[in-house]
Every structure is written in C-alpha cells, then in structure tokens.
T-cell receptor, first 117, second 110 residues
C-alpha cells in the first residue's frame, strides 16, 4: 500500500480562479477527511466522509468550498473563486473506523499546498 | 474546541528528556499524538482512549487523565530524529472527528 496520495502537491493560482485537489486514500479505509493547515497552526478540520456520504462539514467552510467522494473511493476538494486567505496546506487523511467508539487512527497524505496570488 | 498545548517550543540537547502537555476544556473521549517534520505529513505516534491509560513506544510514552482532561507526551533520552512539531488531537463524544492543538516545536541539537 502506498499510503494516502494527494495531487497536486503544489498549486499557484490567481485570485478568483477555481482549483481542485484530489485525494486517494488507503484502499481499505472507509473514512476520509480534509483538513487545512496554515503556518504555525495545527490541522483544522474541514469535512469528513464515511464511504461516499459527507457526514460533517465545518462551519468555517464557506459555500465556495465543495468536497465529493464518489463511490467511496477517491475524493476531490474544489475551491471556487479563490481568495488570498485560502492559501494554506490542504491535508487529506483516511482511517478505518465504525461507530462512535474505538480507535480511529488517521493516516495523512503529504498535502496540497495552495498559494493564491 | 481546540486543545491547548504547552510549551509552544522546546530546545533540547541529544539525550535530554522533554514533556509536552495537552489540555482541553471539554470532556475527552480520546487523545491522539502526531509528529510532523517540516514539509511532511503528520505521522501517528499513539492513541489513548478514556480510562486513564498510559502507553509507551520505544522512548516515547504518553498518559491520559480523563478527569483532568489532560494528556502528556514524554520523550526520554531524545534523539536527533525526534525533532519536529508535535500535535495532540482530541475527540469528545465520538471518535471520528479530531480537533488538533497548535503544536509544540521540538528541536533536538547534537
């Protein structure tokens, strides 16, 4: 298993453009997460999927952000009309978990760094 | 709610010990510890579930006091490879959503 893959690793875009990031989780993992990380901060939760269902979305996420996980495999995170404040590292993580109890260990990808000029 | 980590940064010489603390104002179900090196993904170290357990992995161990809503990470006889930013992630009520602290930057010098 190659772990969690993210693409692209780096993206530079101009303000107002749309960008899309892709995440390929560990194949047997049913849960997938998107986090955002800025310099000097910890990862900040954006959204969570269990299989193909998006079960939670952070209130911090504006309507410009949308995430999908068709067929419960890879996921995409799209940011429309990017703003300079969107510049950050976007981390994808996956895990194998059921119910509300037990361990739920996240495996992170290396991230997609977005720079909005 | 975001857990609070202390200290924000610590500098050690190889072989010295360090303690990193993580506390929350909300009841905790579990605490996760991750280490992130510059430009890399956070890497899982250990998880502690409520029950006041303590875990160890090589020379890195952790404790979890659910009554005090605190966890501590202990690094003994530090090695150069321990350098990085350590994050605690907490979940309360359910296990699927982790909220991370701001991190503790650990630098181990020769």
């Amino acid at each position: 298993d190659t772990g969690v893959s993210q693409d692209p690793r780096h993206k530079i875009t101009k303000r107002g453009q749309n960008v899309t990031f892709r995440c390929d989780p560990i194949s047997e993992h049913n849960r997938l997460y998107w986090y955002r990380q800025t310099l000097g901060q910890g990862p900040e939760f954006l959204t969570y999927f269990q299989n193909e269902a998006q079960l939670e979305k952070s209130r911090l996420l504006s309507d410009r952000f949308s995430a999908e996980r068709p067929k419960g495999s890879f996921s995409t995170l799209e940011i429309q009309r990017t703003e300079q404040g969107d510049s950050a590292m976007y981390l994808c993580a996956s895990s194998l978990g059921w119910g509300d109890s037990g361990a739920n260990v996240l495996t992170f990808g290396a991230g997609s760094r977005l720079t909005v000029l | 709610q975001q857990p609070v980590q202390s200290p924000q940064a610590v500098i050690l010489r190889e072989g010295e010990d360090a303690v990193i603390n993580c506390s929350s104002s909300k009841a905790l179900y579990s605490v996760h510890w991750y280490r992130q090196k510059h430009g890399e993904a956070p890497v899982f170290l250990m998880i502690l579930l409520k029950g006041g357990e303590q875990k160890g992995h090589d020379k890195i161990s952790a404790s979890f006091n659910e009554k005090k809503q605190q966890s501590s990470l202990y690094l003994t006889a530090s090695q150069l490879s321990y350098s990085g930013t350590y994050f605690c992630g907490s979940s309360g009520g359910s296990n699927y959503k982790l909220t991370f602290g701001k991190g503790t930057l650990l630098t181990v010098n020769p």
